[in-house]
């Protein structure tokens, strides 16, 4: 069976069509009004990191070529960071810093080739795959926000869905290919949540990750049961997980408790904070910069 791929004619056409739809380039591709730097810009929303994550290798090829090529259970520190090194500058950077991190992405991706267990091919620029780990990170982002911090308006969901669909031009996928519609994009989720199948290589990834370090083990085991509780049952079921809708309600009436606790250096993205300052023409003061250390590694 054939696999649709990006191709570097469609991924540069891709490239041109972001640069003519985005009118500024210090603001990047969405700019402190967008309903995407309101809602990623929340430390919060990476509560739905393990959701995200186990939605994604319940995808075959995404599952097959994280075991064939990623580093992430030997480094999953090292492995989150070089992943968010380049995802932050598409949602906070300029848009030249969005353009140079989806080169850097892209290439990475065209190196990524082989077949699954039954001889399926598979590819790091496999359309299917690419679109659906998009929705995977573009439905738990809103989840988890409208979980802990408010639900968005009709209007707000509406530009969020925009803007989200823009965002695939930089993996050289157009919007049109994509759901039109929130409403058709929860069909398409739905739709292709129930046609997955959690593989042996997805469910010891998955057991890998929530059990490295024997010192976070009870946190990855209370993690990984508010991961599943956020999982459509069937999926839950094909990693061989209980899903405790309950628990994971718990966990989010803390986080609404937590949340306005924080300074807003600890409840936002220290990248959304280089962001507004680059925005303002500030400098990045000494305790953000060395928080984004922390989150995607670097000097200081």
Do not use: C
């Amino acid at each position: 069976m054939a696999v649709e791929r990006v191709s570097p004619e469609k991924f540069e056409a891709a490239i041109a069509e972001l640069k003519r739809r985005t009118p500024s380039d210090r603001a990047g591709l969405y700019g402190p009004d967008s309903v995407t730097w309101q809602v990623n810009r929340e430390s919060l929303v990476f509560l739905g990191a393990g959701r995200a994550t186990l939605l994604q290798l319940a995808h075959p090829a995404v599952a097959q070529a994280i075991a064939d090529y990623s580093r992430v259970t030997r480094d999953p520190l090292g492995r989150f960071r070089r992943t968010f090194a380049q995802v932050f500058p598409m949602v906070f950077g300029s848009l030249d810093e969005a353009i140079s991190a989806a080169r850097r992405v892209y290439r990475v991706h065209r190196r990524i080739e082989g077949r699954l267990p039954d001889g399926t091919p598979y590819a790091g620029t496999d359309v299917d795959a690419l679109v659906w780990v998009w929705a995977t990170l573009t439905d738990t982002a809103l989840l988890v926000y409208e979980q802990t911090v408010r639900p968005l308006t009709p209007s707000e969901l509406g530009a969020y869905y925009a803007e989200s669909r823009l965002s695939m031009l930089l993996f050289g996928v157009f919007p049109e290919e994509l759901p039109g519609s929130w409403a058709e994009f929860s069909a398409y989720f739905a739709r292709r949540a129930a046609g997955l199948e959690v593989i042996p290589a997805a469910r010891r990834l998955a057991d890998e990750l929530f059990g490295l370090s024997p010192f976070l083990r009870p946190f990855l085991r209370a993690y990984r049961r508010f991961s599943a509780a956020l999982l459509p049952e069937p999926l839950a079921r094909g990693f061989g997980y209980a899903r405790d809708p309950a628990y994971a309600e718990r966990v989010f009436r803390l986080a609404r408790r937590l949340r306005p606790l924080l300074p807003p250096m600890l409840r936002f993205l220290p990248p959304y904070l280089e962001g507004e300052a680059r925005l303002k023409g500030r400098p990045l003061g000494p305790l953000v910069r060395w928080l984004k250390v922390l989150w995607v590694g670097g000097p200081l």
